[in-house]
Each structure stands twice: as structure tokens, then as C-alpha cells.
């Protein structure tokens, strides 16, 4: 079984420039998520959504992120302008059903992102 | 406000003996638990869960006990082996208007040869 797959692996931009990263998750999948995690830290989420639609977006900076999920597969989460705080690993994971109390997320190895 | 947290950054110890890996976290309504291994470079990878129902629980070389008294997880590795190395997080499943993972900030377990 193929895992959560994501891209780029790393980038690095100047600040105030836009970037987005792709995530593709397991074939199947509901659930998709969107962590962020700062070097030294746990992952937080920033997004969940269920199929297409947004279930949580509590944490998500909206001034400056965005997230589509727009067929229910493939998601693209955007950073636009881009702030030297957001450097960090954008985590893309996912799992089978809605409740995620029972299911378990599998993650992909994350994007690297720097901000100069 | 969120508090998942672990006593100690930093964990080393010799190939063969057994890890202790602890978690405190604060908030009493969670009611599910899961220990996740990161390799660097990589995802976090699912070890082991626990429900709020349960106190042991057990997998291949690992168990998790869970004290809801304290508020306490611990990750126990038998015979620690080299590819063990890794940091890992605690984390637990709480409601705040809908349910999420609130993960720890890791330790980094490294094991000698």
C-alpha cells in the first residue's frame, strides 16, 4: 500500500514570497490533515478536512494560509506572503474514516520549508 | 490551555536494555492516547495507542501504561535496538470543539551500540 505521498520535499523562499505544497493521501482516505511542525516541537494541526469539506480550520493562520481539498483526494496547502515564523516541517497525514478518535493517521515525510 | 508534555527532553541509553518514555498530559476528558516514532527526515510513525478505558496495553517489544490518577502515559521498549533511535511524541485525542490530536514535544531516545 502506498503511503501519503507530498511535495515538494524542501524549499526555500524569502520572506514576503508565496509557496504552496501538494499532498496526496492514501488512496481511500477521508480524513486529510495538515500539521505544522516547528523544529523542536510536536506537530499542530492546522486543517482537517473530511472528503472536501473543512471540519476544522481553528489553528490555520487565514490572513496568510489557505487550504483546498477540492476533489476529496488531492490537497494543496498555500502560504502567501510568507513570514520568517512559517519556517518549519508542513506534515501532510491521513486516515480511513471521519472519526479520527479510532482511526489512525499515517503521515507523509513532510515538506521542509525555509524562510530567508 | 493545551499541555501535553514529557519529563525529559533527552533519553540514552545501551542497545539491549529496556526504555522508559514518559508523557504528562493535563487534560482529564481525553480519552484516547497514542505514542508515535519519528525518524529524522521522516513522518511521524503510528507505535502504539491506548484508550482512557484501559490501563496496559501491549505490542510487539512495546506496552503502553496510562495513569489516569496523575495524568500520566509512559512508552516502555523492551531490548532497545539501534534502529529504536528516534524522537518520540505522546499524544492525545481532546475535544476543543472538535476532536483533535494535541501531540507533545518530544524526547529523543538514542541507543547506543
Known amino acids: 500500500e502506498a503511503g501519503v505521498a507530498q511535495s515538494p520535499r524542501y524549499k526555500i523562499i524569502e520572506k514576503r514570497q508565496s509557496v504552496a505544497f501538494w499532498c496526496n493521501p492514501i488512496s481511500g482516505h477521508a480524513t486529510l490533515y495538515w500539521y505544522q511542525q516547528i523544529l523542536g516541537q510536536g506537530p499542530k494541526l492546522l486543517i482537517q478536512?473530511?472528503?472536501?469539506?473543512?471540519?476544522?480550520d481553528s489553528q490555520l493562520p487565514k490572513d496568510r494560509f489557505s487550504a483546498e481539498r477540492l476533489k476529496g483526494v488531492d490537497s494543496t496547502l498555500k502560504i502567501q506572503p510568507a513570514k520568517l515564523e512559517d519556517s518549519a516541517v508542513y506534515l501532510c497525514a491521513s486516515s480511513l474514516s471521519r472519526s479520527h478518535s479510532t482511526d489512525t493517521q499515517y503521515f507523509g515525510p513532510g515538506t521542509r520549508l525555509t524562510v530567508l | 490551555g493545551e499541555s501535553v508534555g514529557l519529563h525529559l527532553p533527552t533519553l540514552s541509553v545501551q542497545e539491549g536494555d529496556n526504555s522508559i518514555i514518559n508523557c504528562a498530559y493535563s487534560n482529564s476528558a481525553s480519552d484516547y492516547f497514542i505514542w508515535y516514532k519519528q525518524e529524522s527526515g521522516k513522518g511521524p510513525q503510528f507505535i502504539i495507542d491506548?484508550?482512557?478505558?484501559?490501563d496496559k496495553r501491549q505490542g510487539q517489544r512495546v506496552t503502553v501504561l496510562l495513569n489516569k490518577t496523575v495524568k500520566h502515559l509512559s512508552l516502555q521498549i523492551a531490548a532497545t535496538q539501534p534502529g529504536d533511535s528516534a524522537v518520540y511524541f505522546c499524544?492525545?485525542?481532546?475535544?476543543?470543539?472538535?476532536?483533535?490530536?494535541?501531540f507533545g514535544k518530544g524526547t529523543k531516545l538514542t541507543v547506543n551500540p
Open positions: 499524544a492525545e485525542n481532546r475535544a476543543l470543539g472538535t476532536e483533535k490530536l494535541v
Open positions: 478536512f473530511q472528503n472536501n469539506g473543512v471540519v476544522d
Open positions: 491506548i484508550r482512557s478505558n484501559m
